[in-house]
């Protein structure tokens, strides 16, 4: 490795390199298929407002200029009553001129170093097969796939672009063009409803906190409007689902990202009525969601959903300090995700 390579702090000045350097590295945009592009706007969405903080970030500089990037997501996962503070590893990005230095590794170690120091309690992340290996070199450890579970919608033409060689692109975007989401934000029982949720969740399971900043600033906020919503509310009874479309290699796949249940008894029959509607409404080959609780599969099995037990994102998890009354993030029972906590953005 060069010996001026220097490694800091990013700062907001230098927002606009970083993004050339992204570009550069990795593309124009950051959902091809909406035609979204790497901007300001994204990154500040991404890396600045979030509710949880903004990302700590780090850059490697040489020559005067910067040649390699390394950013982690501040999130927070709620355990009880507690909330416990963790980071997404995500964004990164190395000059083409100067790949296979050692900088990505040197980066993310040095940012790993930096939440150990700050007491956040583990990084997790869902790399792709090209990048996992490097990851687990590091120290990471794979907790598996997180199986989805999908209804086909239209099975022949699935079985068609499965049994493909060459599936044909999707010719629609993910863009949801006019939604509902911002409706949600504007319903007067959506307040109680998210008390509601967050005096129920009483169990030992690490989930992402559901509260109205989170949501808004995830589903809401996110440049593109490319999530819908659909609800029924009546106070512990209530429901929201929230959702997105989705094309990749000739197959339409309508996601469900949240489906968010009430304590009463009532929630999940207006949960499964919302879903009935919405299915086949969606016009797509089929439609996904994951199961983080047994009252969640249990929804899903009635809705006529089946696990896929290929097909999901794979979890990988760098511990760093111990959590409350002693829970494992390598514990599987220990999590209940929804499939918005995983999918990449």
């Known amino acids: 490795m060069a010996r001026d390579l220097s490694i800091r702090r990013a700062t907001e000045a230098d927002t606009e390199e970083i993004l050339r ?26 890396h600045l407002a979030s509710p949880f903080g903004p990302s ?26 507690r909330r416990v503070e963790a980071v997404r590893a995500l964004d990164t990005a190395t000059h083409p001129d100067w790949r296979g230095k050692g900088i990505f590794s040197r980066l993310t170690l040095a940012l790993v170093e930096e939440m150990r120091r700050e007491g956040v309690s583990f990084i997790f992340n869902t790399p792709n097969d090209l990048s996992r290996p490097g990851y687990l070199k590091m120290g990471w ?23 493909s060689k060459s ?65 029924d509310f009546d106070g512990s009874e209530g429901t929201v689902i929230i959702f997105r479309r989705k094309n990749r290699a000739g197959l339409s796949e309508r996601r469900f990202c949240e489906i968010l249940l009430g304590p009463g008894s009532g929630s ?40 896929a037990p290929r097909v999901g994102p794979i979890l990988t998890v760098r511990p760093l300090n111990a959590l409350p009354d002693g829970v494992d993030p390598l514990d599987r029972s220990s999590w209940r995700f929804s499939l918005g906590d995983l999918e990449l953005f």
């Open 56 to 81: 700590p970030c780090l850059v490697a500089e040489a020559e005067g200029r910067i040649v390699g990037l390394r950013v982690f997501m501040r999130w927070q996962w709620q355990l009880g009553k």
């Open 167 to 231: 599936p044909a692109a999707s010719t629609t975007g993910d863009a949801a063009g006019a939604t509902r989401i911002g409706d949600l934000f504007r319903e007067p029982k959506l307040e109680s409803f998210l008390q509601s949720l967050a005096e129920g969740e009483g169990e030992g399971k690490l989930r992402t906190p559901r509260t109205r900043d989170y949501l808004q600033w995830r589903y809401r906020d996110i440049p593109g409007g490319i999530y819908d919503a659909a609800w």
């Open 268 to 307: 999940a029959t207006r949960a499964r009525t919302l879903l009935r509607e919405l299915m086949p409404a969606a016009g797509v080959d089929y439609v996904s969601a994951m199961a983080g609780s047994a009252r969640e599969q249990r929804l899903l099995v009635r809705s006529g959903f089946l696990p």
């Open 21 to 46: 350097l992204v570009i550069l590295s990795l593309g124009e945009y950051w959902n091809r298929a909406a035609g979204l592009r790497f901007d300001t706007g994204f990154w500040s969405w991404k």
């Open 141 to 163: 450890l794979s907790m598996g796939r997180v199986s989805l579970w999908i209804r086909p919608q239209r099975p022949i033409g699935m079985l068609r672009a499965l049994l």
